[in-house]
T-cell receptor, first 116, second 116 residues
Framework: GALVYQYPRRTICKSGTSMRMECQAV??????VAWYRQSPQKTFELIAL?????????EQNFTQEKFPISHPNLSFSSMTVLNAYLEDRGLYLC????????????FGKGTRLTVV | AQKVTQTQTSISVMEKTTVTMDCVYE???????LFWYKQTASGEIVFLIR??????ENATVGHYSLNFQKPKSSIGLIITATQIEDSAVYFC?????????????FGQGTKLSIKP
């Protein structure tokens, strides 16, 4: 089955500092990885969509300068939250897409970010 | 404009009964894909079932089935023989087009509580 691991599961960082989170696809090749954020009491917002060998596409309100993403191969992606502040807290989810068309997104268990 | 709306904030039913959760969507695309996910208490997002817009028959997976009413832009999730472990927050999501893999638009979620 398709498994997506995210690390760390939880993290606390001081306001103004940065933290990096990782996403690993196991059992399948993830040609695309989507990073989402679920803020408290809200639904999921797409941050960016990363496809291997293509430019990373950021959604409105999210920038590479704030959320740089690395997607070096078909099984791994990482995202950093730079200069984290209170509004950045939430559950960050990595969704991996298989190398076939029209398939569902498989999510990891998320990285919960708390900013103090 | 793309939008997914779940109007039911929370639902509570007795164990072993059938429950239906509503979802309506807005899209300009003639081709789109609809998904239901559930989020467990730990935050994990689990894929449940999917409906492709060009398919007339309702999708069914285990005790999950869909009520796809395309003219009404509606995709209801039906859970039969509910179990305590079905208690979770259920999200409806839509992906437009053939090539927008990973870009999901989520509804606000419906919290389902199963009572013994």
């Amino acid at each position: 089955g398709a498994l997506v691991y995210q690390y760390p599961r939880r993290t606390i960082c001081k306001s103004g500092t940065s933290m990096r989170m990782e996403c690993q696809a196991v059992g399948f090749q993830a040609t695309s990885v989507a990073w989402y954020r679920q803020s408290p009491q809200k639904t999921f917002e797409l941050i960016a969509l990363s496809t291997v060998n293509s430019a990373i596409k950021y959604e409105q309100n999210f920038t590479q300068e704030k959320f740089p993403i690395s997607h070096p191969n078909l099984s791994f992606s990482s995202m950093t939250v730079l200069n984290a502040y209170l509004e950045d807290r939430g559950l960050y989810l990595c969704g991996a897409i298989r190398d076939t068309s029209n398939t569902e997104v498989f999510f990891g268990k998320g990285t919960r970010l708390t900013v103090v | 404009a793309q939008k997914v709306t779940q109007t039911q904030t929370s639902i509570s039913v007795m164990e072993k009964t059938t429950v239906t959760m509503d979802c309506v969507y807005e899209t300009q695309d003639s081709s789109y894909f609809l998904f239901w996910y559930k989020q467990t208490a730990s935050g994990e997002i689990v894929f449940l079932i999917r409906q492709d817009s060009y398919k007339k028959e309702n999708a069914t997976v285990g005790h999950y089935s869909l009520n796809f009413q395309k003219p009404k832009s509606s995709i209801g999730l039906i859970i039969t023989a509910t179990q305590i472990e079905d208690s979770a927050v259920y999200f409806c999501a839509m992906r437009e087009g053939r090539y927008n893999q990973g870009k999901l638009i989520f509804g606000q979620g419906t919290k389902l509580s199963i009572k013994p």
